[in-house]
């Protein structure tokens, strides 16, 4: 008999991707995937344990669950189990079995471990060589993201150490694919009819800097040198570049997607301060200055350019001047897309123990000031584009509203920026790209109207 499972939480585009590759393994193992909690043997819930926000999300989920199913079987599995595995065995016993995400060979003796209630935490230190994480991935896999889209993750782990973050604690050390599992995995992804590979990494910047698998010398940056084969693939599609350290950016990029269009010009770029104190205590060499003359080259290479961007509000030791310094700097960046975070403070990084603690109040009247006054600039950033004919992916039709259908403009990024609104006179398939004309913005959204040139 098939034992089943269910799978809570995809988290981050990392963590789908490692959401994705855990139900495939598990498949090939036996397991049957359930879309229902209530049908599953085991219930995992795949947590992040990045910040607070989301440690508490996770383990709410874990509590929740076993609530409702007191004799189901609740694996914690991802960041959070990684992060807290020996803590969490023996104060969450509510978990029946925790893995971390740094060694897929032990998702199937963590689903062992639940069924049996052993509490215990399979958990490895992240394998220097990322051969482990690498060799995990399936490119049949089956995919998260909504039709047409998906991430592909290049790097693991980062070497960026930026001082409130915990990613290398829970991910470790920068580690590189080599080109060729790369391009071997788009298209595959391809064939099945993708037609959105977004890369994904902590810092696409630093893509084979420790070697990229074996492939190159370290020390160097190789995105340029990954887009190039890539550019090599037949067929209409687009390469989305997601997370590039303003510090790291390669500026050899802006040609490649000169030569070719199907690598967006949209780039996420997190700057996250601009005031030069705060961002010596982040462990950033950049400056207000150094990060807007990259906006300026990056617009005057492409001007279509999408830029998005995050800034940390509430880190130990931002002053009102520091806090001016980053308004300031919003205004004149003008940046399309912005998400703005407070600090989250968390054991084990450098910044943990600064002096200068920001009150929550003031981080979260910050955050309130940096949203409000990003609306206007993202609208009018938004309006470029009306009146133009623009290339959109179509991603679901609109329930109970005939001729209409949600779909993702290049400019917009999938989950976290707007949707383009498409009024079609036929038929769509979701997953497909076509010309769309933009006839208006409604708040951050785009509308369009897409006429089939054969009626």
């Known amino acids: 008999m098939r034992r089943t499972f269910f799978l809570d939480g995809h988290g981050c585009a990392k963590n789908q991707v490692d959401a994705e590759n855990m139900i495939a393994l598990l498949t090939e193992n036996g397991w049957s995937y359930v879309d229902d909690s209530q049908d599953a043997d085991v219930i995992i819930v795949n947590s992040c344990g990045f910040i607070e926000s989301a440690k508490r999300e996770s383990l709410e989920a874990v509590l929740s669950f076993k609530q409702v199913y007191p004799d189901k079987k609740v694996l914690l599995a991802g960041c959070l189990a990684q992060r807290y595995g020996a803590e969490l065995a023996s104060e969450l016993l509510e978990a029946d079995a925790l893995v971390g995400n740094t060694d897929g060979a032990f998702l199937l003796p963590g689903m062992e471990a639940a069924l049996a209630s052993t509490h215990g935490a399979l958990v490895s230190p992240a394998d220097p060589t990322g051969a482990r994480e690498f060799s995990f991935y399936r490119y049949d896999r089956p995919l998260l993201s909504l039709p047409g889209s998906a991430y592909v993750k290049i790097t693991e782990g980062c070497d ?3 001082t409130f973050c915990a990613i290398p604690l829970i991910r ?16 595959a992804l391809l064939d099945r009819g993708i037609r959105e ?9 630093s893509y084979g800097k420790d070697g990229a698998g074996g492939t190159f010398p370290p020390g160097t940056g190789r995105l340029g040198e990954l887009l190039t084969a890539l550019s090599r693939l037949g067929g209409t599609f687009w390469i989305r570049l997601l997370y590039i350290h303003p510090d790291n950016f390669p500026l050899s990029i802006l040609d490649l997607c000169r030569q070719d269009p199907r690598i967006l010009p949209y780039f996420d770029i997190p700057f996250q301060h601009a005031s030069v104190p705060i961002l010596r205590s982040m462990n ?3 400056n207000s200055e150094t990060y807007l003359e990259l906006i300026r080259t990056i617009r005057a290479a492409l001007p ?5 961007s995050t800034f940390l509000v509430g880190f130990p030791g931002e002053t009102d001047l ?5 308004a300031d700097f919003q205004g004149r960046a003008q940046l399309d897309w912005l998400g703005i975070f407070t600090y989250s403070r968390e054991e084990g990084t450098p910044a943990y123990s600064l002096k200068g603690r920001v009150a929550k109040k003031i ?3 910050r955050k309130r000031w940096l949203e409000d006054a990003q609306v206007p600039i993202t609208e009018a950033r938004m309006d470029r584009f009306v009146g133009r004919t623009e290339t959109v992916l179509v991603e679901e039709r609109v329930e109970n509203e005939e001729g209409l259908y949600l779909g993702r403009s290049a400019c917009q990024a999938p989950e976290v920026d707007g949707a383009t609104v498409i009024s079609a006179e036929s038929n769509l398939s979701p997953g497909s790209l076509i010309g769309a004309k933009i006839f208006s913005r409604s708040g951050f959204d785009l509308d369009a109207a ?3 040139a054969r009626s």
């Open 284 to 286: 950033r060499r950049g």
């Open 450 to 452: 897409y006429r089939d």
């Open 172 to 187: 470790g050390p920068l580690r590189s694919r080599s080109i060729p599992s790369i391009v071997e995995e788009c298209q």
């Open 363 to 365: 981080a979260e009247e």
């Open 197 to 205: 590979l977004c890369l994904i990494g902590q810092d696409l910047g």
């Open 304 to 308: 279509d350019a999408t830029l998005r």
């Open 160 to 162: 960026n150490r930026c």
């Open 322 to 326: 520091d806090f001016q310094a980053l």
